[in-house]
């Protein structure tokens, strides 16, 4: 869930015994593929898509990440896992959390996440009109060990998507404001954006996916600008798996740039239940209405 913990990993780890190492890796892994159990978002995509998953249905996305700066890469990666439901038509509820080792070989978690989503209309293939959601969201300053920020974080964002020729692109745009607050200390109000495209590529089951945007909003102090690229792959409607590479400056504590790039490799698994679906029947995969638009159930 922070691109950056994986990096403040490298800086701060030690040797440790490589068969505890793997042994917590593989009872991390385990029980965040059970929490999997439902699924959607966008992450490990930042750029949040003006869509949410139809009334009922249970959504969740884990994703495994690693960094790389200056030379190193992290010893050991970070899982994030973000779980969700939409609670009718028009609402949709997300929170989430990272788990990772820190230096001292020890279990670090990072700042919990909570999210809102309201869709006010959907987006409909080939439309001129896109679909327009809003979402609010705030990280809350309890955590452990390298993966928890020392404050909190807020954000506001509207969201725009276009579905173009068939679905076979997809437009995204964020436009908001964030706050950041570290413990303590004064808060800081900036302007969030984010663009991002959703590309067929090679095969209708293959897209090639790409961003830029202003920071994680669900991390503190994010630098003013970042990107993220790679490729996503939908065997079935309610299953997709991303492979993604993110770039970003480093910034020091006092949020200087230090000249060194960060780079992130993530591996995600997005799945979609039908749990609490009105009636028992099956929820729709490109998902809700929306607000202001005609049901479609």
């Known amino acids: 869930m922070k691109q950056i913990h994986a990096i403040e990993i490298i800086q701060n780890t030690s040797n440790a015994n490589n068969g505890t190492r793997r042994n917590i890796s593989i009872l991390i892994a385990a029980v965040l593929s059970m929490l999997a159990t439902e699924s959607k978002a966008v992450r490990p995509f930042v750029t949040d898509d003006a869509r949410i998953v139809d009334e009922g249905q249970v959504e969740a996305e884990t994703w495994l990440e690693a960094g790389h700066v200056g030379g190193d890469w992290s010893p050991f990666p970070a899982y994030n896992v973000m779980i969700g439901t939409s609670v009718n038509q028009w609402l949709e509820l997300i929170a989430g959390v990272g788990v ?3 230096s001292n070989d020890e279990l670090t978690y990072s700042n919990p996440a909570f999210q809102t989503k309201i869709l006010f209309n959907k987006a409909e293939i080939d439309s001129i009109m896109p679909g327009f959601a809003f979402g609010a969201g705030a990280t809350f300053d309890t955590g452990r060990g390298d993966m928890h920020d020392v404050g909190s974080n807020y954000y506001i964002i509207g969201m725009s998507t276009w579905r173009f020729n068939d679905d076979k692109l997809m437009l995204h745009t964020n436009y908001g404001a964030r706050m950041d607050r570290e413990r303590g200390g004064p808060q800081r109000i900036t302007p969030y954006w984010g663009i991002g495209f959703d590309l067929e590529a090679f095969h209708p089951e293959a897209r090639l996916i790409g961003e830029v945007f202003a920071g994680d909003p669900l991390v503190l102090n994010e630098p003013k600008y970042a990107s993220q690229f790679g ?15 993110g770039l970003q400056p480093e910034l020091d504590e006092g949020r200087n740039k230090t000249g060194r790039l960060e780079f992130t490799g993530q591996i995600g698994i997005r799945m979609l239940f039908d749990v609490f679906t009105p009636g028992g029947k099956p929820g729709r995969a490109d998902g809700a209405d929306g607000l202001f638009s005609n049901p479609s159930y």
């Open 100 to 102: 990772g080792r820190d």
């Open 231 to 245: 490729i996503r792959w939908l065997p079935s409607d309610y299953l997709n798996l991303d492979v993604t590479f």
